[in-house]
């Protein structure tokens, strides 16, 4: 029989995930993502490094860094939010620069999908005679897309691979 240890950078990858469903409960409701819950994700990234051995601090401070300096390119031009670019930038500290690629684009493929599946289901709304102000936030027509979704399901997916490969 075996006895399960406590683990340190379980207990912090486990605060961040449930930082990560804070932010979607967030954006669905208010489109809007609390610098806290970026915060606390920086924060656990730090304390993740500080408790596992090998850990890249160069990488993940790089990571960062590129990008605060995509997301600000971003930002400038009306792309994205800043709760999403604040959100993006401490998941960077999470990866490093070996994971920020697939990370980013998983974030890109599983937004699209949300693109789509909002497009459709606006649609099928309006087509069915919903009227707009009776339709749940992200399915009224021009609202935000709720792009916490997209990020935690790409920090998810990167998450799941980091895990499988080490």
Request: proline residues 5%; hydrophobic residues 60%.
């Amino acid at each position: 029989m075996t006895s399960l240890a406590f683990s340190w950078p379980l207990l912090f990858a486990g605060i961040a995930a449930l930082m990560l469903l804070a932010s979607c409960v967030c954006d669905l409701r208010r489109f809007e993502i609390p610098d806290t819950i970026s915060i606390v994700l920086l924060v656990t990234a730090v304390l993740f490094g500080l408790v596992t051995p090998g850990f890249s601090w160069l990488s993940h401070g790089a990571a960062l860094l590129l990008m605060f300096g995509i997301g600000l390119g971003l930002f400038a031009i009306g792309w994205m939010g800043g709760g999403d670019i604040k959100l993006l930038v401490a998941l960077a500290a999470w990866t490093g620069l070996g994971g920020l690629p697939s990370f980013l684009l998983a974030t890109m493929i599983a937004g699209g999908a949300l693109a789509a599946i909002l497009l459709v289901s606006r649609s099928g709304f309006r087509l069915a005679g919903f009227e707009s102000d009776r339709m749940p936030g992200p399915l009224r027509p021009g609202a935000p897309m709720p792009y916490a979704l997209a990020i935690t399901a790409g920090a998810f997916w990167w998450a799941s691979k980091a895990l499988a490969f080490g």
